[in-house]
């Protein structure tokens, strides 16, 4: 187990730089497996596709075995690595997201892997590849990319006459047009604040940054405020449906019957669709994410959404072997392969530098029929415009739990985004302070 002293170590040294000497040394390699004893890793994860990609890899290994234990999701996996982690028995592979390596790294965590990931950057689009370090060193291995583009009904935007939006002043103008009709534009779920994350990624905010030895915490900058007044203006107007997550069948069911006609999302929330669509599945075409006006295009870095990682753990005793099979998980053309169908995995795409024979088939055909070959386009181009300057700040888990507080009050209308954004500064600045870590802010 890491002791309490290096823990310390790591936290007041920004959160991040000192992890050297923590259970993840260049000494701390590995162990010798054979075909009769093979090194056997831990490997947690929930996607869809994953036991059949472990099966896959068991059954062209024999040196080293993946044992594979399912989980229920990004936050009870992080919680559970946490508990693991306390009692001194962290899995070596964990499925992982991009906000939540800086946290974890600054808790000592997870493993430097540089030396052994690094030399395979280039086999790696730099969006995704941006999400699996911190500082310079690397942690883990990047599974998907996060092209993120919008989806929408053509049935409903032809019926009244409308484009899809290119911006989100047309975004927020289609959206007063298909009020009128008893029609949402969007939904945002009164737990999920993701959309003022992502809103705030495209318009260039920086909430978290290093300065020197410290943390600079910035909630209130112009591009945060730009996203801000797009999210207020949607909520005041009455243009969002607000359906929680909680029922995702419900959501699920008002997407299809027409009750919300679009969404911004990455392919893996397309698999959901099909599988749950009944009355509307070739009625949907894919656009390119809004722009803020004037701005050319962008589309954020995966959070929750996507930007997958194999996270390779602190307390491994075989980190090169784990890191190997962590490339070979996203790298393997059949693993790929699997993963990226959304009927035999999660519809992810690829994190590879060049996923473009993938894209077909993460794209459904059956849901978006005549605009399927317009479709794979969209997002092939969006995984070039993928923001790769977003830092997540060490306290990211703890402030986005509180950020999801403030934001269902702003759902519900009882303060503003701007009030929201006021709270989280002041209030990461002392959490901040109160881990014994340097910022400023």
Same mark, same amino acid.
């Given at each position: 187990?890491?002791?309490?002293?290096?823990?310390?170590?790591?936290?007041?040294?920004?959160? %991040?730089?000192?992890?050297s000497?923590?259970?993840?040394?260049?000494s701390?390699?590995?162990?010798?497996g054979?075909? =009769?004893? +093979?090194?056997?890793?831990?490997?947690?994860g929930?996607?869809?596709?994953?036991?059949?990609?472990?099966?896959?890899?068991?059954a062209?290994?024999k040196d080293?075995?993946?044992?594979y234990?399912?989980?229920q999701?990004?936050?009870?996996?992080?919680q559970q690595?946490? $508990?693991?982690?306390k009692a001194g028995?962290?899995?070596c #592979?964990?499925?992982?997201?991009?906000e939540?390596v800086?946290?974890?790294?600054?808790?000592? !965590?997870?493993?430097?892997?540089?030396?052994?990931? &690094? +030399?395979?950057?280039?086999?790696?689009?730099p969006g995704a590849? @941006?999400?699996?370090?911190?500082?310079?060193?690397?942690?883990?291995?990047?599974?998907s990319? &996060?092209p &993120?583009?919008?989806?929408?009904?053509?049935?409903?935007?032809?019926?009244?006459?409308l484009?899809?939006?290119?911006t989100?002043?047309?975004?927020?103008?289609?959206?007063?047009?298909?009020?009128?009709?008893?029609?949402?534009?969007?939904?945002y779920?009164?737990?999920?604040?993701?959309?003022?994350?992502?809103l705030?990624?495209?318009?260039?905010?920086?909430?978290?940054?290093i300065?020197? $030895?410290s943390?600079k %915490?910035?909630?209130?900058?112009?591009?945060?405020l730009?996203?801000a007044?797009?999210?207020?203006?949607?909520?005041?107007d009455? #243009?969002?449906?607000?359906?929680?997550?909680?029922?995702?069948t419900?959501?699920?069911?008002?997407?299809?019957?027409?009750?919300? /006609?679009t969404?911004?999302i990455?392919?893996?929330?397309?698999?959901?669709? %099909?599988?749950?669509f009944?009355?509307?599945?070739g009625?949907?075409?894919?656009? +390119?994410?809004?722009?803020?006006?004037?701005?050319?295009?962008?589309t954020?870095?995966?959070? $929750?959404?996507s930007?997958?990682?194999?996270?390779?753990?602190a307390?491994?005793?075989?980190?090169?072997?784990?890191?190997? &099979?962590?490339?070979?998980?996203?790298?393997?053309?059949?693993a790929?392969?699997?993963?990226?169908?959304?009927?035999t995995?999660?519809?992810?795409?690829?994190?590879?530098?060049d996923?473009?024979k993938?894209?077909?088939?993460? /794209?459904? !055909?059956?849901?978006?029929? +005549?605009?399927?070959?317009?479709?794979?386009?969209? /997002?092939?181009?969006s995984?070039g415009? %993928?923001?790769?300057?977003?830092t997540?700040?060490p306290?990211? *888990?703890?402030?986005?739990?509180?950020?999801?507080d403030?934001?269902?009050?702003?759902?519900?209308?009882? =303060?503003?985004?701007?009030?929201?954004?006021?709270?989280?500064? =002041?209030w *990461? /600045? @002392?959490?901040?302070k109160?881990?014994?870590?340097?910022?400023?802010?």
């Open positions: 187990m890491i002791s309490r002293t290096c823990r310390a170590a790591v936290a007041l040294s920004v959160g %991040v730089s000192l992890i000497g923590c259970g993840s040394s260049k701390a390699g590995g162990q010798t054979t075909a =009769q004893n +093979p090194v056997v890793l831990d490997f947690w929930w996607n869809n596709g994953l036991q059949t990609v472990v099966d896959a890899f068991n062209s290994h080293v075995q993946l044992k234990t399912k989980t999701g990004s936050i009870p996996t992080v690595l946490n $508990n693991a982690f028995n962290e899995p #592979l964990v499925q992982g997201t991009a939540n800086t946290t974890l790294v600054s808790q000592g !965590e997870l493993a430097d892997v540089t030396q052994w990931v &690094a +030399p395979h950057k280039a086999e790696f689009n590849f @941006a999400g699996a370090g911190v500082q310079g060193k690397v942690y883990a291995v990047p599974t990319s &996060a &993120a583009f919008t989806i929408y009904r053509t049935d409903v935007f032809q019926q009244y006459g484009k899809p939006p290119a989100w002043d047309d975004f927020i103008a289609d959206g007063e047009v298909l009020k009128q009709h008893g029609v949402h534009i969007t939904n779920a009164g737990e999920d604040p993701s959309t003022l994350v992502t705030a990624m495209q318009a260039g905010a920086h909430w978290y940054a300065n020197g $030895n943390w %915490v910035d909630f209130q900058d112009p591009a945060t730009k996203a007044t797009v999210i207020q203006k949607i909520v005041d009455g #243009l969002d449906s607000q359906l929680s997550f909680a029922d995702y419900a959501v699920q069911r008002n997407y299809d019957d027409g009750g919300t /006609v969404r911004q990455s392919t893996w929330q397309m698999a959901g669709m %099909v599988k749950n009944t009355k509307s599945n009625k949907w075409a894919l656009s +390119p994410w809004p722009a803020f006006a004037g701005d050319p295009a962008k954020p870095a995966g959070t $929750n959404q930007a997958g990682l194999t996270l390779i753990t307390q491994c005793k075989a980190k090169a072997q784990a890191a190997a &099979a962590a490339l070979w998980l996203s790298t393997d053309p059949g790929v392969k699997t993963m990226a169908d959304p009927a995995g999660a519809g992810l795409m690829p994190a590879l530098a996923p473009s993938y894209v077909a088939g993460a /794209v459904s !055909e059956k849901l978006l029929g +005549p605009d399927y070959q317009d479709g794979q386009k969209v /997002v092939t181009d995984i415009t %993928v923001a790769t300057d977003w997540f700040g306290d990211w *888990t703890a402030m986005y739990d509180e950020l999801a403030g934001w269902a009050k702003v759902m519900s209308k009882q =303060q503003k985004l701007t009030d929201l954004l006021a709270h989280m500064q =002041q *990461t /600045v @002392a959490d901040l109160s881990r014994g870590i340097n910022v400023e802010g």
